[in-house]
């Protein structure tokens, strides 16, 4: 329906009225002599719809649509000769956050981003999440979160998926239950081979913490079924700990064991060696299995780090070590031949030098600090030898 604005008054609230009556249908503006010069759309008494104007000779001056008073999208509008003049972009909320003005023969004079920049549709993803970053690392949470919303607009496949699962911890650190929870479970459904697993293991991680430990449980196992190389053993580690903790010991060892297994990603296989030697010291064999298939069967830079790995065990953990270490520097205990502090008596400050003689004939004088875990535990291997009882 089109009436003509002289058949109209305004009425409570500058609303609309035709007959008295809240109009919705569109309104046209004409000049003396008839010609069109506009036409708005109207909702119950307010501006709805497209909104255009045009010139006395018939050319176009202006062109909006409107939801309730807010504009959506963009505002056109055109310099006489019919050569646009002005684009003003708006968000989904309504806030413009583009202007630009052409002059009449086309050239830009004006580009200007008005605004927070999270708010702009135009933003790129990848930027959107930058700043979404960076937002967070500022504290403001708020603003992180627009930007991570809007990364996720994009749709882009790659960073829309990341974003969500920053989205998700960002909301669960900021103590929005509903909200970090739908946020996890969207990074999840997204199904990206990284941040669905990392965010399956975040998720079990929120979901324990929040007294949900069976929910918890089953998004561990489906990051483990997942075969993240990180993630998977990560959730293999919480797990582990998770058993432990109701009382499953058997079980979370087990699963101890399955983290320490290759692929060697962040520090997961040490912290499950440590944690499984104080639930269950009589396993050091089954570690030294795992890291020993590791050496025999993976590639080189696996099977170096699987060394350091059974060493580092070996040293702290082993009864009794095969390996000591003396200020940095490893031995094998078989090598020494003997060993006694150089001033013929235990140092009386925790700290002294050490005399360690080997079957090669070689003589090592090392700096001994007995507050160092490696230290201590290398001299009391050499106390428990039958020609140790000087140390």
């Known amino acids: 329906m089109r009436i003509n604005q002289r058949d109209t008054e305004y009425g ?3 609303r609309l009225l035709y007959q008295g009556e809240l109009y919705t249908g569109e309104v046209e503006v004409t000049g003396p002599d008839g010609q069109l010069l506009a036409v708005y759309g109207y909702l119950s008494g307010h501006k709805s719809g497209p ?5 006395p000779d018939g050319t176009k001056e202006s062109e909006r649509v409107v939801d309730q008073g807010m504009n959506l999208g963009d505002t056109r509008q055109w310099h006489p000769n019919g050569q646009l003049s002005a684009l003003v972009s708006h968000a989904p909320n309504g806030v413009p956050y583009r202007h630009r003005r052409w002059d009449e023969s086309g050239n830009l004079v004006e580009d200007q981003r008005l605004g927070r920049p999270e708010d702009d549709p135009e933003l790129p993803a990848e930027e959107a999440f930058e700043l979404g970053a960076s937002e967070r690392a500022a504290g403001n949470v708020d603003g992180a979160r627009r930007a991570f919303q809007r990364a996720v607009e994009t749709g882009d496949s790659e960073v829309g998926p990341k974003a969500l699962a920053n989205l998700a911890v960002l909301e669960a650190s900021a103590g929005r239950v509903a909200q970090a929870r739908a946020a996890f479970e969207q990074a999840i459904a997204t199904g990206h081979p990284d941040h669905a697993p990392q965010s399956m293991f975040n998720f079990a991680i929120f979901q324990q913490r929040n007294g949900e430990p069976a929910h918890a449980r089953e998004l561990y196992e489906r990051a483990v079924a997942s075969g993240h190389p990180e993630h998977a053993r990560k959730a293999l580690f919480n797990l582990a700990n998770l058993a432990v903790d109701q009382g499953r010991v058997s079980e979370g ?3 101890f064991l399955r983290a320490m297994a290759p692929p060697f990603v962040g520090d997961t296989a040490s912290r499950a060696h440590r944690r499984l030697a104080q639930v269950d010291s009589g396993r050091s064999e089954q ?4 890291y020993l298939a590791a050496i025999a069967g993976a590639d080189s830079a696996t099977a170096a780090r699987a060394r350091s790995l059974l060493r580092e065990f070996d040293l702290l953990y082993a009864s009794p070590p095969r390996v000591i270490s003396l200020n940095s520097r490893e031995f094998d ?5 003997s060993a006694e502090w150089a001033t013929g008596r235990r140092p009386g400050y925790s ?5 360690v003689y080997t079957h090669d004939g070689g003589h090592h004088v090392l700096f001994v600090d007995l507050r160092d ?8 291997a050499l106390r428990e030898r039958p020609e140790g009882g000087g140390l």
Do not use: F, K
Request: glycine fraction near 10%.
């Open 12 to 14: 409570d609230g500058h």
């Open 333 to 337: 205990l078989a090598e020494i031949e």
């Open 287 to 290: 570690v030294r299995e795992v």
């Open 373 to 380: 875990p490696y230290d201590s535990r290398g001299i009391n």
């Open 253 to 255: 060892c087990d699963l």
């Open 51 to 55: 909104q255009l104007t045009w010139y």
């Open 351 to 355: 700290s002294g030098y050490l005399d």
